[in-house]
Structure formats: structure tokens, C-alpha cells
């Protein structure tokens, strides 16, 4: 039932002569688009939701706007959040996390991998992504649209931004692709279609790929390195080894490991071997710690041969005494399968060498395992002889670390 107009009036009356200062402090819990809309609902909620102060927040919420970037623009809040969002409102709920893993990057290889950041391309357009789509007659998603409009990828160069891995004859480094050679790498064909590479490594050719369409078994935006399903009856068949749900998902969450610390930097470029902090066994004063990676660029799922590589940490206190010095000898492992099958391996030294161990000093290997099922884990211990009394003899304990593939499946083509 409408209201009488005299209650009208008197609630109208009412709002016009409540003070200023409450009001402002509902309308500073209001998100953005509530705050537009009090613009349109009277005049006084129009002047008020105009307050300057009341756009700081969002502008810091949404696209990461600081007090020195607005001196620099030397424009009002209300005016920086209105001019960014024409530009990006499509990305609010993906810029401020996409812009800060970009900011928190690009901070992380300036310091360690200051060579890598040349290799990053400036932001595209809006054309340039609507030509793409048009390109590839497929739909971007807004996260990774938004991405690009950040820094479209880097230039294929070594190293790449998305990680290496190297062993003895083996080299993989991932550069993160432009969108225009990501266009360019489009499948249409079979086991692939309508997926997007994202990825690309020089050295193998191996890509990591973004599903664009739910087909052949593929959820959509699904990110996943591909191989061939060796024994599959339809040549175009592949096994998707899945690394991401979302571009988002997938890029933010690598980078968070990088800029933690979560990978480590050799040789200026940033290796993907997963540290479990756990991971950790000291013996008198030696400390050895492993970190893991899986290479799905030689793993295959038939015949099940699932590859690993492992990196050993072995570190020595720097507070132990000189006389504690000491040589590794030999190994011994005890490798055991999701199955419970056990393999025990003994052999001298580690990849061929005897390294000595001191106070301080660190020596780091890098070996390999398989398994005939997705997941297993190894452990075991060194025997090293001490330098200054070479008739003692003692074992260092290898802590028990697991390898598990990720998870993967098969595609379904017609």
C-alpha cells in the first residue's frame, strides 16, 4: 500500500536534516556500486556519495591505487576510480590480485633474476584482445584478459618466467607467452581442440595449454601439460597432466610460490622443485634437506612410468669445529611404490662424486627416479668418513620424501 504523501514529505524532510557526518560514515561501508546508486536517489545522497574521501578505499581495494600514485595522477579519488574503471571495470574482481602477483614478481626477479624482467612485453589493449577472440573465434577469459592488459607475457627467450628444470641431458625452461604467439599456437585439431597454449619451451617444444571450451574430457579454462597416450588405438589421443583450474588460479599460485621463496633461484633462473618444509633430517651437525619436481615431458601413463627428479641439500653448521669435517662415500636407498614395493640401492658416492662436507659449507645434487605407479617415496642415508680420523664411519639420515603426479586424465575423441 503506497504511503500517505504527508509521510512522504516527513520521511524526505528527515534525511535532509540528519548531520552530515553520520551519513558519511554509513556510506564508507557501502561497496562502489551501492555508492553510485545513492547518486541517483536524491540530491543531498548525491552530494554526499560524491565526498572524495569515500572513493580512497575503493580505489585501494580495486586497483591498488596508493597515496603516491595519486599525487602523481593529481586527480580526486572519485575521479581515479571513475577513469580506471572505464578502462578495466570488466576486471574488478580479477585486477587487484593479478596486479599485485605482477607487482610482487616483478620486485622478486628484480632482486634475484634481474635479467628476466627485459624479457617482459607492456600491456595490451582492448582491441587487441577483442582481435584475438575474433582471430580464434573463441571467448578469453576475463582473468586472463586481464593478465595481459598487465604485461602480455615475455619474449621467447631463455630463461623462461615459468620456470626451469635441468638434468645431466635433459633442459626444460617455460616462457610465458605473448598473445599473439599464443594465438598463433591455437589447436583446433584433435586431443586438442579449442585449447590455447599459454606456455611454450624452446629446448622440448613441450606447451602448458588452456582448455577454451568444455570438450574431449576438458573442463573449461582447465590448464594441463600435455603427452601423447602412447598406447591408445586413436593417434590423437593425449593424456592432460593438470596443473590449474583457472588462469587465475594457476598463475597467482605459482607466483606465490616463487616470490616465497618456495622455488629456488640457480643460475639466475627460477627452478620449480617443491620444497616440503618438513622435509628436513640433522644428524650431529650435518642437515639434509630435498626438494621434488615431476616431469610430465617424460612421464607416460600407458605404459605407467611416472619421472621424478629430486634436489639434495647436504649443509654442514658453520658453527660445527674444523675437525668435523668430513667425505661422503656411499649411499643407500630404500624406494618404495604406491604398491608398497620396495627397491634398495647402494652404490659409492652421489652422481659420481665425493663431496667434503665442512663447516659452512653446502653441496647440492640433482638425481632422478621413476615409478610404475603415481605416487612412491624414498629414503635412506649417507656414510661419510671424518678427514681427521679417517677410521670413523657414520651414517647421515636421508629424510623420507614423497613424489606424486598431479592428477590427469585422458581425452575423449570421437
Not at 52 to 73: F, G, N, Q, T, V
Request: proline content about 5%; aromatic content about 12%; some cysteine.
Amino acid at each position: 500500500m503506497a504511503a500517505p504523501p504527508d509521510m512522504e514529505l516527513s520521511q524526505t524532510l528527515s534525511l535532509e536534516l540528519l548531520p552530515t557526518d553520520p551519513l558519511l560514515l554509513i556510506l564508507s561501508f557501502l561497496d562502489y556500486r551501492d555508492l553510485v546508486s545513492c547518486c541517483y536517489l536524491n540530491r543531498r545522497l548525491n552530494q554526499l556519495s560524491s565526498h572524495d574521501p569515500l572513493w580512497k578505499r575503493h580505489c585501494k581495494k580495486y586497483w591498488l591505487i596508493s597515496e603516491e600514485e595519486k599525487s602523481r595522477r593529481n586527480q580526486s579519488w572519485r575521479a581515479i576510480f571513475i577513469s580506471t574503471y572505464s578502462d578495466f571495470g570488466r576486471y574488478i574482481h580479477y585486477y587487484a590480485t593479478l596486479k599485485k602477483a605482477w607487482d610482487d614478481l616483478e620486485q622478486y626477479l628484480g632482486q634475484w633474476c634481474p635479467r628476466m624482467i627485459s624479457s617482459l612485453k607492456e600491456s595490451v589493449r582492448e582491441e587487441d584482445l577483442d582481435a584475438v577472440e575474433a582471430q580464434i573465434r573463441c571467448k578469453l577469459p576475463d582473468d586472463y584478459r586481464c593478465s595481459f592488459r598487465i604485461h602480455n607475457g615475455q619474449k621467447l627467450v631463455v630463461p623462461g618466467l615459468m620456470g626451469s628444470m635441468a638434468l645431466s641431458n635433459h633442459y626444460r625452461s617455460e616462457d610465458l607467452l605473448d598473445i599473439d604467439t599464443a594465438a598463433g599456437g591455437f589447436q583446433q585439431r584433435l586431443g586438442l581442440k579449442q585449447c590455447l597454449p599459454l606456455t611454450f619451451c624452446i629446448h622440448t617444444g613441450l606447451s602448458q595449454y588452456m582448455a577454451l571450451e568444455s570438450v574431449e574430457g576438458r573442463n573449461k579454462y582447465e590448464i594441463f601439460y600435455q603427452c601423447p597416450e602412447q598406447m591408445a588405438r586413436n593417434p590423437s589421443t593425449i593424456v592432460m597432466f593438470i596443473t590449474g583450474t583457472s588462469y587465475l588460479e594457476w598463475f597467482t599460485s605459482y607466483v606465490n610460490k616463487v616470490v616465497t621463496g618456495g622455488y629456488p633461484i640457480i643460475r639466475d633462473q627460477i627452478f620449480r622443485y617443491v620444497h616440503d618444509k618438513d622435509c628436513v633430517a640433522t644428524t650431529e651437525d650435518i642437515t639434509v634437506s630435498v626438494s621434488t619436481s615431476f616431469l610430465p615431458e617424460l612421464s607416460s601413463v600407458h605404459p605407467p612410468h611416472y619421472f621424478f627428479t629430486y634436489r639434495i641439500r647436504i649443509e654442514m653448521s658453520k658453527d660445527a669445529l674444523p675437525e668435523n669435517a668430513c667425505q661422503l662415500e656411499s649411499r643407500y636407498w630404500r624406494i618404495t611404490n604406491a604398491k608398497g614395493d620396495v627397491e634398495e640401492v647402494q652404490g659409492p658416492g652421489v652422481v659420481g662424486e665425493f663431496p667434503v662436507i665442512s663447516p659452512g659449507k653446502v653441496y647440492e645434487y640433482t638425481s632422478c627416479t621413476t615409478f610404475t605407479t603415481t605416487s612412491g617415496y624414498m629414503e635412506g642415508y649417507y656414510t661419510f668418513h671424518c678427514l681427521y680420523n679417517k677410521d670413523r664411519f657414520f651414517n647421515v639420515t636421508i629424510p623420507r620424501f614423497h613424489m606424486v603426479c598431479p592428477a590427469f586424465k585422458v581425452s575423449s575423441t570421437a
